[in-house]
Nanobody, 118 residues
C-alpha cells in the first residue's frame, strides 16, 4: 500500500505560480513512477505530468509544457509540481498518483484545489 498526500493548492491570479507537493508513504521503494493529473468541473480527469523514480525521466501534457516542471526528492519520498505562468484553464483539482509498473496508476491522493483567477 502507498499513501499519497497532496498539498500546496490555492487561489492565484493568472500569470502567477504555485508549487504542489505529494508526500508518499508506505511501500514506496518499489514504485515505478509518480504522476500528476487534474480534473476541472464537468471534465474528465487528464494527465498533467509524470516522473520515473529511477532515472528521473519526465513527461508532460502539451498544454503544460514549458510552464510546469515535475521533480522528485527520493530521500523525502516527495514529488513536486512547479506551476508557472498559470492560466484560468489550469483551474482544477490536482491529483497525485503512483504506480508499480507501466500501465494504470495504482494509488491516488485525495486531491488539492488550484484556482486561477483572470
Amino acid at each position: 500500500q502507498v499513501q499519497l498526500v497532496e498539498s500546496g493548492g490555492g487561489l492565484v491570479q493568472a500569470g502567477g505560480s504555485l508549487r504542489l507537493s505529494c508526500a508518499a508513504s508506505g511501500r514506496t521503494f518499489s514504485s515505478y513512477s509518480m504522476g500528476w493529473f487534474r480534473q476541472a468541473p464537468g471534465k474528465e480527469r487528464e494527465f498533467v505530468a509524470a516522473i520515473r523514480w529511477s532515472g528521473g525521466s519526465t513527461y508532460y501534457a502539451d498544454s503544460v509544457k514549458g510552464r510546469f516542471t515535475i521533480s522528485r526528492d527520493n530521500a523525502k519520498n516527495t514529488v513536486y509540481l512547479q506551476m508557472n505562468d498559470l492560466k484560468p484553464e489550469d483551474t482544477a483539482v490536482y491529483y497525485c498518483a503512483s504506480r508499480y509498473r507501466p500501465g494504470p496508476y495504482d494509488y491516488w491522493g485525495q486531491g488539492t484545489q488550484v484556482t486561477v483567477s483572470s
